[in-house]
């Protein structure tokens, strides 16, 4: 299926460099571009994207490169506007649009989460498949280091011919931890369990009334 195909490309697209502007020249034009309040009717609940934008214009949400937390009332209810509008896009060009803007003038953060649920309800995505949160906020589920290290690698090479570039990067994941916590390693640290707990928390909150 070409099309589906085709959805799931640009949907991924989304996704890339998510502290960044938008790679694909394409999706970064329509976040510049499109103006959502001017295509209201391109909406199922017009009144939620007239609320959204009052408080986009005044400031009052959550800017871009700043910590998020379910645990703020104040933005869980952002992401719950915003995964609303992205829901309520009447087709998939409207709402793949309306995620370019997103994806280049909301909170990072915010726009994954929403953008994801509504992936996953809506009738036109029904099978796409977003990237695991670990690919998108890596540093959400790895030590830091070792991204870091794994960075230098990447960007100053590496000349191991041995092991033909295969580069083990080693981690201690208990030495900063009280005594007796790290027989848990094996569980508090599994990327997998963390996943899926991010997946649940954010299917109860994405859509308040």
Known sequence: DQEFLKKQNEILHLFEHITHPIPHPVFYEFGETYDIEEHIEEYHEPEVVKYYFSLYHFGDVQPKGTPFSFSVSHLRKEVGLVTR???????????IKTASWFRAHINEEQFVKAFIAAILVRDDTQG????????????????????????????YGVNNPVTQQTVVIPVNYTDDVPFGEHYLNYFTHDIGLSLYYAYFSLAGHVMPE
């Open 85 to 95: 509008i992205l829901i309520g896009a009447k087709n998939y060009d409207v709402f």
């Open 128 to 155: 796409i498949v977003p990237p695991p949160l670990y690919e998108i906020f890596p540093q959400h589920y790895f030590d830091s280091r070792v991204i870091h290290h794994a960075n230098n690698l990447y960007n």
